[in-house]
């Protein structure tokens, strides 16, 4: 059975070494508003919308490692390519470095990382009408981003401290896996997501609702890798947001018949992809 086609990527979770070292960053850099918690994390968003992301503190975690399974990014979705030409400028103002950008026909994308080394990306959609279809599936690729032309959307009035906008939402969540396979298995044929793509080398990626992607998996530098120590730096889960109770509970149906263990906590449960990536199935 096919997830709902409503299905969105909710609130990753983060472990960090300095709570206040990443707060200016996400403030400075990506925009974001802090909200610290109760039990001590803190909570990134836009005004009026649910957290983007919620870090946790620990100064003795055990580093990140790329060659583990876990975060490759998250991906951090602007309403429009002024918001985008917006972000460029924050970050040219902040003098934060980018690992790369790119043009992926579908959208147009930053790439950088956190003081942690936690991969982000930063990105608009393109319209889904122009989006290019090769023998009826959907066509990716990853050119080089015309950065100047987004520049010029850059609205004429527009202050130098300006936050991410409202209708900012975590897009989507690409991810470090050991095997595509097992992954593939998992997370179409088992929570329900559609493959979209598999002509990238050593990647997947899957969505709901026809989106070009919710969810990416690769194997580049984790093949047949392991999970990262307990505690590490990085992923500690992230949210598979359902419309409806409904369609959780037809979810977790799928889930306990492929006799996947699951841990319950009131309305939501998390779950453990074959390569020990957390997901949290919640409704949103």
Sequence with gaps: MTIAPETEIGTVRLTVADLERSRAF??????????QREN??????????????????????PPLSRRATGLYHLAILLPSRGDLAVAIRRLADGRVALDGASDHLVSEALY????????????????????????????????????DDILTELPSAIARDAVAPTGTRMGHIHLQVADL??????????LGFDVM??????????????????IGLNTWQSRGA???????????????ALPD??????????????GIETERSGPAALVRDPSGNAVRLVVR
């Excluded at 996400?26 to 909200?35: F, K, N, P």
């Excluded at 396979?181 to 088992?190: L, P, T």
């Design 112 to 147: 950088l990382h956190d003081p942690d080394r936690n991969g982000i990306e930063i990105y608009c959609d393109r319209p889904p009408e122009v989006w290019p279809h090769v023998d009826g599936s959907l066509e990716m690729a990853s050119l080089p981003l015309d950065i």
């Design 226 to 240: 392991g999970a990262p120590p307990p505690g590490a730096i990085g992923l500690r889960s992230f949210e598979v």
């Design 26 to 35: 996400y403030e400075r850099a990506i925009g974001l508003r802090a909200t």
């Design 197 to 214: 793509v598999k002509g990238y080398a050593g990647a997947l990626f899957v969505s709901a609702g026809g989106y070009h992607h919710h």
């Design 181 to 190: 396979d097992s992954s593939e298995a998992f997370y179409s044929g088992v």
């Design 245 to 258: 109770p409904d369609q959780l509970e037809r979810v977790l149906e799928r889930v306990g018949e492929a």
């Design 40 to 61: 001590g994390s803190l909570a990134l968003g836009v005004d009026g919308e649910p957290p983007l992301i919620e870090l946790t503190a620990d100064p003795a975690a």
